[in-house]
Nanobody, 124 residues
Framework: QVQLVESGGGLVQAGGSLRLSCAASGLTFVTYAMGWFRQAPGKEREFVATISRKGGITAYADSVKGRFMISRDNAKNTVYLQMTSLKPEDSAVYYC?????????????????WGRGTQVTVSS
């Protein structure tokens, strides 16, 4: 049974930082590209970042480029999202997802498994 469990969310002031983690189990982690997505109340889910199976290729949404960094530790079956210079508009539930391919891409529909999410709230 595949499980993706996010952690690290919370309340932070604008300009602050958070690091999200997503621990994977029940799959051969190194064979999956990983992605982070987010969904704010009343809005559609949006792509945040993705990382290739071995971590050599990353891609970001324009809205987070230069502020967020995705990384992974295949020995720990964990993907991370380091978020800096946070803005109130970054507030959302953040989800990690896995896709059985080299690089995941920005389309959430292409991902195979999803976590339950972790709430990030950025106060102004």
């Amino acid at each position: 049974q595949v499980q993706l469990v996010e952690s690290g969310g919370g309340l932070v002031q604008a300009g602050g930082s958070l690091r999200l983690s997503c621990a994977a189990s029940g799959l051969t982690f190194v064979t999956y590209a990983m992605g982070w997505f987010r969904q704010a109340p009343g809005k559609e889910r949006e792509f945040v970042a993705t990382i290739s199976r071995k971590g050599g290729i990353t891609a970001y949404a324009d809205s987070v480029k230069g502020r967020f960094m995705i990384s992974r530790d295949n020995a720990k079956n964990t993907v991370y999202l380091q978020m800096t210079s946070l803005k109130p508009e970054d507030s959302a539930v953040y989800y990690c997802a896995s896709r059985y391919t080299v690089i995941g891409g920005p389309s959430g529909d292409a991902y195979d498994y999803w976590g339950r999410g972790t709430q990030v709230t950025v106060s102004s």
